[in-house]
């Protein structure tokens, strides 16, 4: 089993900044956090759910364009937290923001940038609402 829970979101003024954590829980032996993709997602209402970022096992990363250049994704194994730091923020940047984590099997398969992986289990969001 593994929970994912998010924090972090909140108000932020455009082009300003926010970094969204993303804890992990595991329980059982047949998943190790660190050898498999995290992915970072972002809804708004009346929109499809977008693949924000990426970040493989080997920290390998890969971004929306909507993000590149302004999103940075990045995990700490050790801690099985998964972070999304968020600069220049936009106001299309709003909404709900998810992590998702893939366990190899069982999920949904979902490619963001050039990587595509199999999210089988998702946090239950933080919301991040921007400002001009």
């Known amino acids: 089993q593994v929970e994912l829970v998010e924090s972090g979101g909140g108000s932020a003024q455009v082009g300003g900044s926010l970094r969204l954590s993303c804890a992990a829980t595991v329980s059982g032996s047949y998943y190790t956090y660190s050898s498999h993709c995290m992915g970072w997602f972002r809804q708004t209402p009346g929109k499809e759910r977008e693949g924000v970022a990426v970040?493989?096992?080997?920290?390998?990363?890969n971004y929306a364009d909507s993000v590149k250049g302004r999103f940075k994704i990045s995990r700490d194994n050790a801690k099985k937290t998964l972070y999304l730091e968020m600069n220049s923020l936009k106001p299309e940047d709003a909404g709900m923001y998810f992590c998702?984590?893939?366990?190899?099997?069982?999920?949904?398969?979902?490619?963001?940038?050039?990587?595509?992986?199999?999210?089988?289990?998702w946090g239950q969001g933080t919301r991040v609402t921007v400002s001009s």
């Open positions: 998702a984590a893939d366990r190899g099997y069982g999920g949904e398969y979902i490619t963001i940038g050039r990587r595509r992986c199999q999210y089988s289990n």
């Open positions: 970040a493989d096992k080997d920290g390998t990363t």
